[in-house]
């Protein structure tokens, strides 16, 4: 995508221009799994994570400031304002320094944490009770951050190594957040039939100094959604994310280092199939309304 932007730094599945004191923040439709960008495109996903993004920020704003300005390409300053293909998809961003941790809420026992649970009881330093099963609902929701790595994988952090990289003060702030956060969304969540699993956060300070929430909110990237029709511990959930497309990559026996393996059409289109469901289930309205809103085609 060409915007005629000076680029600032591109993520795995996000560009970020610069836009005089403050950013453009595209996502785009390119998907991460295992830390690796796969070569496949999922079409609108860009779309649905920006869409996701704005009813959070908009419903969390009471916990926590954000640095979002408006998401009305319209209203971007130029060259960007005239660019239709932003529509959706571009957030005009407060610029913020960037707290070097990935934020990392668990309400229930599954993937990563799972794994490292079987293996030593624990999941980031956290010891818990002897017995879950797969998918268990914890007992409380469990802090588990991991490093923010600019390429490859991200590291899993204890609560101790968090105050040694941040401080004691900012860990224990960021610990409180996040937790705060995802009760607050798993919450409102399950009364529309979804179970938040787990999902992770980052935060920034803005030029004035204070914490703010900043990226992605509660997205099928950066969460797993499950539906809560049908829920049963002791097995793998289906879901309203990528672990649709984390399962099919996992199936074909890739060894999750880069590159990663084309996304058959067949899964491109339950996936978008899906994210499009993940929207509409958790806004409470048809995501072609959300396209129309921002004014794209």
């Not at 610069?18 to 690796?36: K, N, P, Q, T, Y």
């Amino acid at each position: 995508m060409s915007l005629m932007g000076e680029m600032l730094a591109r993520g795995k599945v996000r560009d970020i221009y610069e836009a005089g004191e403050d950013l453009i923040l595209v996502a785009s439709d390119r998907v991460s799994v295992f830390d690796v960008v796969l070569p496949t495109m999922i079409t609108g996903k860009g779309q649905v994570l920006t869409g996701v993004s704005l009813f959070w920020f908009d419903k969390t704003s009471h916990l926590i400031d954000n640095h979002l300005i408006t998401a009305d390409f319209r209203e971007f300053p130029e060259p960007f304002k005239k660019n239709e293909e932003l529509a959706g998809r571009a957030m005009l961003v407060e610029r913020a320094k960037v707290v070097p941790v990935e934020c990392v809420a668990r309400g229930y026992i599954t993937g990563s944490g799972w794994k490292d649970y079987q293996r030593s009881g624990e999941v980031c330093g956290i010891r818990l009770p002897e017995g879950l099963v797969e998918s268990e609902k914890l007992p409380e929701p469990i802090f588990t951050p991991t490093t923010k790595a600019e390429a490859g994988h991200d590291m899993p952090l204890t609560f101790e190594e968090t105050r040694d990289l941040v401080g004691e003060g900012l860990a224990q702030k960021l610990k409180e957040l996040t937790l705060s956060l995802y009760e607050f969304g798993a919450a409102y969540a399950l009364e529309r039939g979804i179970i938040l699993a787990d999902t992770k956060f980052e935060f920034g300070f803005a030029p004035d100094g204070e914490l703010i929430l900043i990226d992605e909110v509660m997205t099928p990237d950066s969460s797993r959604f499950w539906p809560a029709e049908g829920y049963e511990a002791g097995r793998s959930q289906p879901s309203f994310d990528k672990q649709f497309v984390r399962d099919w990559a996992d199936s074909t026996g890739w060894d999750h280092e880069p590159p990663g393996p084309e996304v058959p059409d067949e899964i491109v289109a339950r996936t978008v199939e899906t994210y499009h469901e993940a929207y509409e289930r958790i806004t409470g309205e048809p995501f072609g309304a959300y396209l129309g809103k921002v004014g794209a085609a």
